[in-house]
């Protein structure tokens, strides 16, 4: 970390999680989100962590031209900045599927008590809701 910028705190953080559990919310208690994860295929879904990954780290570095990757800290190679950006994006997601109980309310109707499902089928609707979680956490942490 020698030469770095470390322009990130952890005030950051809290930013994107404003941001990302508002974006978040809507799609976590939506029934289409629950219906497109269980139709969903293993590859779809991780289309859409590929998806998470670009718009995040497009909305950090190349939307704002102030912000250089190079010049903050980082982790393994990774800008800390970003890190927080795709945790905060997918966690706010499951702290409210879990905290609303939407696998209980969308999901055990269908499959009864298949935990493996579930669970299956809640990673990939968290996935999606992603997508826009990570916009709303990039725009909060550009602007604020």
Not at 25 to 44: C, H, K, R
Not at 71 to 96: D, M, N
Request: no cysteine; aromatic share 12%; charged share 15%.
């Amino acid at each position: 970390m020698v030469g770095r910028n470390p322009r990130y705190a952890v005030t950051d953080t809290f930013q994107q999680a404003v941001g990302g559990f508002l974006l978040a919310g809507p799609f976590v208690v939506t029934q289409e989100v629950w219906d497109l994860a269980i139709g969903m295929a293993w590859y779809q879904a991780l289309v859409t962590v590929g998806l998470v990954f670009a718009i995040g780290y497009a909305a950090l570095y190349r939307a704002d031209s102030d912000r250089d990757p190079d010049r903050e800290a980082e982790v393994a190679g990774v800008p800390v900045r970003f890190l927080s950006l795709v945790s905060v994006s997918y966690l706010s997601v499951l702290v409210l599927a879990l905290a609303f109980d939407a696998p209980g309310t969308f999901l055990v109707p269908l499959f009864g008590e298949d935990l493996r499902t579930i669970a299956w089928v809640t990673v990939k609707a968290v996935s999606v809701a992603s997508v826009f979680s990570v916009i709303g956490a990039a725009t909060a942490d550009s602007l604020f």
